[in-house]
């Protein structure tokens, strides 16, 4: 079973920025497409971005674009999500998600962390 745990979230400036990571554990991280997704109170779960399981092709969500960057490194494990140029928009809670194949529907994706909160004040 794969185990994901994301850090790295906390209360920041617009305009700053903050860099998220998660850490997967049980399987090999390598196995699969990796993604962000974050959910405002009281609104669905929005697809912010992902990348395929080598790292060289990734997607965003049209909100995001230009600000945001996912990365990962397969032999630590590890995605991340560097967040730039912050809006209170962007204020929700981030979560780390695995699957197997594109696709921007939550539903789609099979194993998630427990999720980090983002605050950005104006």
């Given at each position: 079973?794969?185990?994901?745990?994301?850090?790295?979230?906390?209360?920041?400036?617009?305009?700053?920025?903050?860099?998220?990571?998660?850490?997967?554990?049980?399987?090999?991280?390598?196995?699969?497409?990796?993604?962000?997704?974050?959910?405002?109170?009281?609104?669905?779960?929005?697809?912010?971005?992902?990348?395929?399981?080598?790292?060289?092709?990734?997607?965003?969500?049209?909100s995001v674009k230009g600000r945001f960057n996912?990365?990962?490194?397969?032999?630590?494990?590890?995605?991340?999500?560097?967040?730039?140029?912050?809006?209170?928009?962007?204020?929700?809670?981030?979560?780390?998600?695995?699957?197997?194949?594109?696709t921007e529907r939550p539903e789609a994706y099979s194993y998630?962390?427990?999720?980090?909160?983002?605050?950005?004040?104006?």
């Open positions: 079973q794969l185990q994901l745990a994301e850090s790295g979230g906390g209360l920041v400036q617009a305009g700053g920025s903050l860099r998220l990571s998660c850490v997967a554990s049980g399987r090999t991280l390598s196995r699969y497409r990796m993604a962000w997704f974050r959910q405002a109170p009281g609104q669905e779960r929005e697809f912010v971005t992902t990348v395929n399981w080598s790292g060289n092709i990734t997607a965003y969500g049209d996912i990365s990962r490194d397969n032999a630590k494990n590890t995605v991340y999500l560097q967040m730039n140029n912050l809006k209170p928009e962007d204020t929700g809670v981030y979560y780390c998600t695995a699957g197997y194949y594109y998630w962390g427990q999720g980090t909160q983002v605050t950005v004040s104006s």
